[in-house]
């Protein structure tokens, strides 16, 4: 029979346990490209970029550039915006969180970032006011994790729009509690 000392130790730990997301947003990673403010990420372009977009609660607004062109719709001949900087701090978020539970850096491969309109439109099942189009959306895979994975990550941190798809996770920075599956 358990002991009253050994319950609440247990008790104890459980509760370390749920608390722990809470206390890992506080600390740092040990890899230098990896972190809340920061980002790894390619593109299916072949482009690769490591980059910190936030010090604090200011954004470089070089960095941010760089993303942006990251970001570029590539396949319409490199059209680019000003992508919501939000969306990299989500992205953080769940590569952060990600990394930190595999004990490896994980890298975030964007599939389709911005879309031009026109593109937009030629593609099968897109809402025509995509938030790709937009500049606050992002098609993505988490190299060498399943996309059932990811959504789950996405989820626990409140996304504000994420799709499901079998080979990618999209999540966005639009309105509030949209969910789908593709
Ligand atoms: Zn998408």
Redesign the pocket.
């Known amino acids: 029979m358990q002991s009253k000392r050994e319950f609440i130790k247990t008790a104890v730990m459980a509760s370390m346990l749920l608390a722990a997301p809470a206390i890992c947003i506080a600390q740092d990673t040990p890899w230098a490209e990896i972190g809340y403010d920061r980002i790894l990420v390619a593109n299916t372009n072949g482009d690769r970029l490591a980059v910190r977009f936030r010090t604090g609660q200011r954004y470089d607004n070089s960095n941010l550039q760089q993303l942006n062109w990251l970001w570029r719709d590539w396949r319409a001949g490199g059209a680019h915006r000003q992508i919501d900087p939000l969306l990299f701090g989500d992205l953080a978020l769940i590569q952060t969180r990600m990394s930190l539970d595999f004990a490896e850096p994980k890298l975030i491969l964007v599939n389709?970032g911005f879309r031009t309109a026109s593109r937009n439109a030629t593609i099968e099942g897109?809402a025509r006011n995509?938030?790709?189009v937009q500049g606050r959306?992002?098609?993505f895979n988490m190299v060498g994790v399943s996309p059932a994975l990811v959504v789950g990550y996405a989820e626990s941190y409140g996304v504000h729009?994420l799709?499901r798809?079998a080979d990618?996770t999209?999540?966005?920075v639009g309105p509030e509690g949209r969910r789908w599956s593709?």
């Open positions: 389709s897109a995509s938030q790709h959306a992002c098609d729009g799709g798809y990618f999209h999540i966005d593709g």
